[in-house]
């Protein structure tokens, strides 16, 4: 049985009077890595920040859990991203003045979590996303995929119900993209994280289960992985989005 | 982590960011304490004849002083956030309140106030020796002045530390509450639109300027300005700054504009260095019209102080002629004053005395007529031939004056801003009586010249002078025996300038006699006066150099971050290919056209005022063209200067790897 995490009903957001996102109804399931594609413009990136309360609807109500994001303030929204929610930028938004260990565990300082408990979480996810050899370098001395898989460390360390990740590997060469992709496939394997990811690269999102596609703010089409492989799905992808958009990312 | 844990780590990373904030930090509280200690320093202070005055002045102009550092940290303290802004917003998305970052912030700036407090009170203790001796030099005092830490110098300026704190704290709180979340996410990158010139506002700015000009140019002796004085001060005020902010929105947008359509325009980099300036107009128009209206200000108020100081000397002079000078008394108090003025044998010999033969005599016109101010003059009229002129003159080193015939007059109206002579025909009528006779003079000429300068007493001096006729030698001659006479003793004496004493003693002894009489002193203005005038020129040019600081933080800072905007740019350019020689001719360029605007239009604004409004009035100095000329010409050097710095600057931060 799968229980929905995300739920956005009848979801509109207008910029002034342009309107961005239209009547989007989505549902999200727990363990899901979905990816959010469409051509620049479409609303993807709106679509994932009214989802992961950074920006506000304009019409309609968004739910995470059972909890309907509308009805909290804005120190409740606060608590609220702090504790079930991870971010992965393109950019990787890592402080530069602290080491690839004090980025990781900062959500968890902030919170006021005892030694011994980071510790405990930081183990694991330093092994699986082979973070073992940098944790005392400074952001400065580090590869992008580096950057972006300390990023991803510090997303997930709070065991989140949804990591918003957006277009996490727009920086990275096509190597380090890659390996990401399959790390966080693996996270979503192993821990059963919900991962939804904004995403214009077809490649990316061939590593999801499920791929959703935007264009001028509205849903138009959506693929699930099931069993086929992934260069199979990666296929299906192409070609679903050479009929929506003529290629045009 | 705690929270003074995370600020320290931050601190000691960023060191570089900091460092420029620090030593913003620190060079304020430099400036602020070496001023307030010359206001406690107690060798000044002793040495001082009019210290109340003193610490006066020095209050208000650290009043400026505190002013301006606190602006210019906000300066600092705003462009040192907005580097920081992902950071923060950073903060704010993994759950710490606004509250918590604020607080974090604050705990930054207290850590920075206390450490730049420190080392700049040592620092500023040291150079408030330096700054109180070369004031003592200015002054003309031979004293040493000793390093001190006082208790209210450091009182005051810890004052002015907590104030920043406290407006930083502000300044943060705000800035914090606006962070958007959404720019963290790359889907929002704001860019600047560019602006929409058009010909009529562009025109505007050059009709407003031009208008502003020519009013100035006019002078205050034109028809403009004495009967419409409210308006054109109006006109030339709105024509100036709202022609400097169009000047810089409008104008140069439609010069960019027009450049783009010339036919040659895709050859060579005018498209690299003319495009990123459209897109900068909406944001640079305030700050270039800012550094444009201040580098006006400035160079006004140096000029202004270096004048002052340098006409005092000979202004005195020319205003207390005489060195001692007071009208006769009766015998015996007259025998007793000169004997007093003699007794000083040592100190202050007398070279000259004199007597000067006056008749009086009471105006029946407008005094105004014949004298500029007239309610500056002492009462009455008071005659003097032509001969005794000529005496005066001959004495003082003057060209002998030109002569006069039957009725003509020559007024002696000290002060007035510009010496008329009225040719034959058209003179001015003005009518006297003389005794009981009336008489009507024709004035000759109206001159900036004192025979008998202001009057002096011990607590109150330049508050009026004697109004004196030149009549000729023929006319004198013939009233004299119908008029009353009045006559003056005129001593010239040995290092007047120092003679206060001596002043001091006679005229206590002259004013017991007269209590209303006349009695002239040049020692009792020139002491005062040179204190003033230097502690002016001092406070002047300490403003002067903090003011050109912030002036060149300003355009430093705006450099670091229009390069560092710029940087993806520049790194793009780079991958089409464009040469390291370009990227610097390009940055020159670019740099030269937002640069090159404020020095033009500053100088012009300032010389233009300079010229109608001070040197006009000063004719007889003709030193204080140059003096005017070198200021500009400093400050044309170190603007200079700051162009190439900031291209440099500029330069390097492009040239990163990104």
Known sequence: MQTPIIRARNVTKNYGKTPVLRNIDLTVNEGEFTAIMGPSGSGKSTLMNVLSTIDRVTGGEVWLGQQSLLSLGKKELRRFRQERMGFIFQDYNLLDTLTVQENILLPLSLRGFKTDEMKKRLHPLVEALQLGAILDRYPAGISGGQKQRTASARALITNPAVVFADEPTGALDSRSATELLEEMAGMNGRFGTTILMVTHDPYAASYCNRVIFLRDGAIVNELYAGDQSRKSFFDRILESQSLLGGGRV | ?658
Do not use: C
Request: no cysteine; hydrophobic share 50%.
């Open chain 2, 1 to 658: 982590m705690s929270l003074l844990q995370l600020t320290l780590r931050g601190a000691n990373r960023n060191i570089r960011l900091y460092a420029i904030y620090l030593f913003a930090m620190i060079a304020g509280v430099v400036i602020h304490f070496t001023f307030s200690s010359l206001m406690y320093n107690e060798d000044i202070l002793n040495v001082l004849r009019n210290s109340d005055m003193f610490r006066q002045g020095v209050t208000i102009a650290s009043i400026a002083i505190s002013l301006f550092i606190i602006l210019f940290i906000l300066y600092a303290n705003s462009f040192f956030m907005r580097q920081r802004k992902k950071e923060i917003g950073m903060y704010l998305l993994l759950g710490m309140s606004e509250r918590q970052v604020t607080r974090m912030l604050f705990y930054e700036t207290v850590i920075l106030s206390v450490l730049s407090l420190v080392s700049g009170i040592l620092l500023g203790g040291l150079l408030s020796k330096w700054f109180g001796m070369l004031l003592m030099k200015l002054m003309q005092y031979d004293q040493s002045v000793s390093l001190s830490f006082k208790a209210g110098a450091v009182g005051t300026t810890a004052a002015v530390v907590a104030a920043i704190i406290l407006i930083i704290w502000l300044q943060n709180l705000i800035t914090v509450h606006r962070v958007q979340l959404v720019e963290l996410f790359h889907a929002r990158s704001i860019m600047e639109k560019p602006i929409r010139t058009s010909a009529i506002p562009a025109l505007l700015a050059i009709i407003l300027l031009i208008q502003a000009y020519v009013l100035i140019v006019l002078g205050r002796e034109s028809i403009v300005w004495k009967e419409y004085g409210l308006f054109s001060m109006t006109a030339v005020s709105v024509g100036i700054i709202a022609g400097t902010w169009l000047f810089f929105r409008q104008f140069t947008g439609w010069i960019l504009a027009r450049l783009g359509k010339l036919p040659r325009y895709h050859e060579g980099n005018t498209v690299l260095w003319t495009s990123s300036l459209r897109f900068q107009a909406r944001s640079n128009a305030l700050n270039l019209t800012f550094i444009t209206l201040f580098s006006s200000a400035l160079i006004l108020l140096t000029s202004f102080v270096a004048i002052n100081y340098s006409v005092q000397f000979s202004a005195t002079e020319k205003n207390l002629p005489n060195d001692i000078a007071f009208e006769t008394l009766d015998g015996e108090t007259d025998s007793k004053l000169d004997a007093l003025i003699r007794g000083f044998e040592k100190e202050h010999p007398v070279l000259d005395y004199r007597v000067l033969h006056t008749l009086k005599a009471d105006a029946v016109s407008d005094r105004e007529i014949a004298f500029q101010g007239e309610e500056q003059f002492l009462e009455g009229l008071l005659l003097v031939p032509w001969s005794t002129f000529k005496e005066f003159e001959q004495l003082r080193g003057h060209p002998e004056p030109s002569e006069l015939s039957g009725n003509e007059t020559i007024a002696l109206s000290a002060g007035i801003d510009i010496p008329l002579v009225h040719p034959a025909g058209s003179q001015p009528v003005f009518q006297i009586q003389v005794g009981s006779a009336p008489l009507t003079l024709s004035i000759k000429e109206q001159l900036d010249y004192s025979l008998l300068g202001w009057r002096t007493t011990i607590d109150d001096s330049m508050s009026s002078k004697a109004a004196v006729l030149v009549i000729a030698d023929d006319a004198y001659a013939s009233l004299r025996p119908s008029a009353g006479e009045q006559t003056f003793q005129i001593y010239t004496i040995e290092d007047a300038g120092n003679a206060e004493e001596l002043s001091r003693q006679v005229q206590l002894l002259f004013y017991s006699a007269a209590p209303e009489g006349y009695y002239s002193s040049f020692a009792d203005v020139y002491s005062k006066q040179i204190e003033s005038s230097s502690l002016l020129l001092f406070s002047g040019a300490f403003l002067a150099v903090i003011a050109l600081f912030a002036l060149a933080s300003v355009i430093y800072f705006r450099q670091l971050r229009e390069a560092t905007d710029a940087m993806t740019q520049f790194d793009t350019l780079r991958k089409l290919g464009i040469r390291s020689g370009q990227v610097k001719a390009v940055i020159r360029k670019q740099l030269l056209f937002v640069f090159a605007p404020p020095l033009v239009l500053g100088l012009l604004n300032s010389w233009l005022i300079i010229d109608s409004y001070m040197l006009s009035t000063l004719q007889d100095y003709p030193q204080l063209t140059s003096i005017v000329i070198g200021s500009m010409a400093v400050y044309f050097v170190i603007y200079v200067m700051l162009y190439f710095s900031s291209a440099s600057v500029y330069e390097r931060i492009v040239s990163r790897k990104l």
